[in-house]
């Protein structure tokens, strides 16, 4: 798919003002991010301890190999991170890699320090070949401005056994479906579903996911400006609203886990959500694999398409020199290998989805026992993933000021204004298109 650049004169311009020159000329001399001028510091926001640990052993296979340049990496938070980079570019403390999605890249850009990477991903699509959806989103002023490590995408989970004991035998596939097996699983101490409401970005993702369902998922005119207000964007609030309804009364603080927690305990029957409910399930529910059901979302009754919000995960290189950066490109080499990808990506097997080729056929993936155990809901989220779409990225869009949406969590806060404010969906809806347009003048 061809993306079209969708940028304003003067954030473009600033962009090459700020970037291209910090770029060129190499940027600032030392070590970023408060390592010696021997170790690299790599920024990641995955924060479960198996996925630090499993990280960490990649690292430290790396670091066996006596590179110039170890890597060290710093674990951070999704809900703290735009806030941090800015302040470190600002001091010149930054990561030598700084792990990104899409629109977060669209966010550190212009603030000076991100170099391009366009010789490296030619280099390694050459070796590994990489999916188009995987790279196309880091393309922008005929450059690469990250390298793709792992895709993410969403898919409805269910209980299968709680399912048939409320004598539901197949999954949703409307928008309809869904509400009415939600109210049917309801039932007592029991939830139909768990979906988020807390201010974060699972409430994003989750909300972005029923309005790609419901063809709303391009918010963006032809030109670029903010057109988030508009009937199928109301219709998946709505939606939206109702589910939550059907979830527990906490919802308010829900983030990732807590509707994992949910569902695994038996409390709530279905979820929305990435990958990450394949390994724990067992241990956690106490249930055979069996059990746990997979769907790809399902679709407005008129007008609903096939998606799921999915992210090309990678990683930018911010280091203030050239030898630092080079250093930190040979480590982004490493982790590509085959024989080293599957150990990178079962850091949670089935959340990381393989981005290459030759890793979505190496063994050291493939015979992950949580990826042979699960095989079935493997195959349906890569299914998935060619339809799956991101706010900002969608229709051939490289929308460049997406970041300062995404950063102050608008979607999030239009669904709590329904939530916890009783705001009706059209009323939240148009007060969200406001705050996006005042976001992206400033």
């Known amino acids: 798919m061809r993306f079209l650049k969708l940028k304003r004169a003067a954030v473009g311009a600033l962009a090459l003002a700020v970037v291209l020159p910090a770029a060129a000329c190499g940027g600032s001399s030392g070590p ?42 710093q674990v951070q938070d999704w809900n703290q991170i735009y806030t941090k980079i800015s302040s470190a570019v600002q001091s010149k403390t930054q990561p030598d890699i700084l792990f ?9 850009r212009p603030l000076g320090a991100v170099r391009p990477v366009t010789a490296l991903v ?9 999916g188009d959806a995987a790279k196309a989103a880091y393309r922008d002023d005929n450059e690469y401005w990250a390298v793709p490590l792992y895709g993410m995408v969403q898919m409805l989970w269910y209980r299968k056994d709680l399912f048939a004991k ?44 029923l309005m790609l369902t419901g063809g709303a998922g391009n918010f963006f005119t032809g030109g670029g400006e903010v057109a988030f207000d508009k009937p199928q964007t109301v219709a998946a609030l709505s939606l939206y609203a109702d589910l939550l309804k059907q ?28 990958g990450q409910y394949l390994a724990p399930f067992e241990k956690e529910s106490g249930r055979p694999a069996s059990d746990l059901g997979c ?15 999915y992210y090309s995960n990678a990683a930018m290189v911010l280091s203030g020199d050239d030898v630092r950066a080079k250093g ?35 063994p050291s993936w493939t015979d992950n026992e949580v990826i042979k155990k699960y095989q079935g809901c493997v195959d349906a989220m890569l299914e998935q993933s060619k339809t799956g779409g991101l706010f900002g990225f969608v229709d051939g869009q490289y929308v460049d000021s997406i970041g300062k949406i995404s950063g102050q969590n608008i979607l999030a806060q ?25 976001a992206v003048a400033r």
Request: hydrophobic content about 35%; charged content about 20%; aromatic content about 10%.
């Open 100 to 108: 990104t999605i899409p629109d977060f890249t669209t966010y550190v």
């Open 414 to 438: 239009v669904v709590q204004r329904v939530y916890s404010s009783g705001e009706s969906p059209a009323a939240a809806v148009k007060w969200g298109d406001q705050q996006m347009r005042e």
């Open 32 to 73: 970023s991010g408060g390592g010696d001028d021997k170790t690299l510091t790599l920024w990641h926001m995955e924060q479960p301890p198996n996925r630090v640990a499993a990280f960490q052993k990649v690292i430290d296979a790396y670091n066996a190999t006596n590179p110039e340049y170890k890597v060290q990496a």
């Open 166 to 209: 409320a004598g539901i035998t197949d999954a949703p596939k409307t928008w309809s479906e869904l509400l009415a097996d939600a109210q049917k699983l309801t039932s007592g101490s029991q939830k139909g579903i768990a979906v988020p409401a807390g201010k974060n970005l699972a409430t994003d993702q989750v909300i972005y996911s």
């Open 295 to 309: 769907a790809p979302i399902p679709q407005a009754d008129t007008g609903g398409e096939p998606g799921s919000i």
């Open 328 to 362: 930190a490109e040979d480590f982004l080499r490493f982790v590509l290998k085959p024989e080293n990808y599957g150990p990178f990506l079962n850091a949670e097997p089935g959340l990381f989805l393989p981005l290459t080729e030759d890793g979505a056929k190496a």
């Open 122 to 130: 030619d280099e390694l699509d050459k070796e590994h070949t990489f």
């Open 247 to 274: 979830s527990p009364s906490d919802a308010g603080n829900y983030s990732w886990g807590e509707p994992q927690a949910a569902f695994n305990s038996g409390a709530v029957a279905m979820a929305i959500e990435k």
